[in-house]
C-alpha cells in the first residue's frame, strides 16, 4: 500500500532551528510537496521536490532523497506565526497526491 | 496568481437538506480540481477527482450520489452534499491544477459545513 510518514507533533524554539521529517512508500513517484496549514485554513504551498538535493526558498528548506524514500523540511529562525501542521504530500505514478497526517509544529517563545 | 476561491466559507444546515459548495479558479483555467474533507486533527481525505466535461472520478468509501460534483467550465466546479447527516460536518476543500506542466495543486479557503 502506499503510505506517507511524519512525526505527529514537534516543538521548538522562536529563532530557533526545527526539522522535519517525511518518509514515503508510494506506487510510483512524481515528486513531493510540503504544504502549510495554520488550524481552520486551507494548505498553503511551500515547496515541491522532485529530484535529490535541497531546495532553498528563503527560511524554508526543502530536501528529498528518492532512493531512501525520505524528506524534510527545514525551518530557520523560527517565528511565532510558524505555528502550524507541516503536511508532507507525493504525487504517485497516477499523479494524484499521497497525503501524510501532517506535523503539528508548536514555537515556544 | 492562482487563487481559488470557495464559497460559502461557512454553512449550518438542517440534517436532510442539501448544500452546495462552489470552487472557482479566479485566475487561472482548471482542467482538474479536487475536493477533499478534512475532520479535525486529521489529515485531508481526497474525496474525488474531476475534470472539466467529464464525471467525476470518486475515491474508495466515497458514495458519489450522495456527493454530487459538477466540473462544468474550467473555472468552476461545484460539490453538493445531498441529504446531509450530522457525520457529514466537516471542512471540505478545493483545490485546482492549471493546464501547465506544474502539478501544483492551488487550494481555496475551505467551507466548514455542519449538520444540526
Known amino acids: 500500500g502506499q503510505n506517507i510518514d511524519q512525526p505527529t507533533e514537534m516543538t521548538a524554539t522562536e529563532g530557533a532551528i526545527v526539522q522535519i521529517n517525511c518518509t514515503y512508500q508510494?506506487?510510483?513517484?512524481?515528486?513531493l510537496f510540503w504544504y502549510q496549514q495554520h488550524a481552520g485554513e486551507a494548505p498553503t504551498f511551500l515547496s515541491y521536490n522532485v529530484l535529490d538535493g535541497l531546495e532553498e526558498k528563503g527560511r524554508f528548506s526543502s530536501f528529498l532523497s528518492r532512493s531512501k524514500g525520505y524528506s524534510y523540511l527545514l525551518l530557520k529562525e523560527l517565528q511565532m506565526k510558524d505555528s502550524a501542521s507541516y503536511l508532507c504530500?507525493?504525487?504517485?505514478?497516477?499523479?494524484?497526491?499521497?497525503w501524510g497526517a501532517g506535523t503539528k509544529l508548536i514555537i515556544k517563545p | 496568481g492562482a487563487v481559488v476561491s470557495q464559497h460559502p466559507s461557512w454553512v449550518i444546515c438542517k440534517s436532510g437538506t442539501s448544500v452546495k459548495i462552489e470552487c472557482r479558479s479566479l485566475d487561472f483555467q482548471a482542467t482538474t480540481m479536487f475536493w477533499y474533507r478534512q475532520f479535525p486533527k486529521q489529515s485531508l481525505m481526497l474525496m474525488a477527482t474531476s475534470n472539466e466535461g467529464s464525471k467525476a472520478t470518486y475515491e474508495q468509501g466515497v458514495e458519489k450520489d450522495k456527493f454530487l460534483i459538477n466540473h462544468a467550465s474550467l473555472t468552476l466546479s461545484t460539490l453538493t452534499v445531498t441529504s446531509a447527516h450530522p457525520e457529514d460536518s466537516s471542512f471540505y476543500i478545493c483545490s485546482a491544477r492549471g493546464t501547465g506542466d506544474s502539478y501544483e495543486q492551488y487550494f481555496g479557503p475551505g467551507t466548514r459545513l455542519t449538520v444540526t
Open positions: 508510494t506506487s510510483g513517484f512524481n515528486g
Open positions: 504530500a507525493v504525487m504517485d505514478s497516477n499523479y494524484q497526491l499521497i
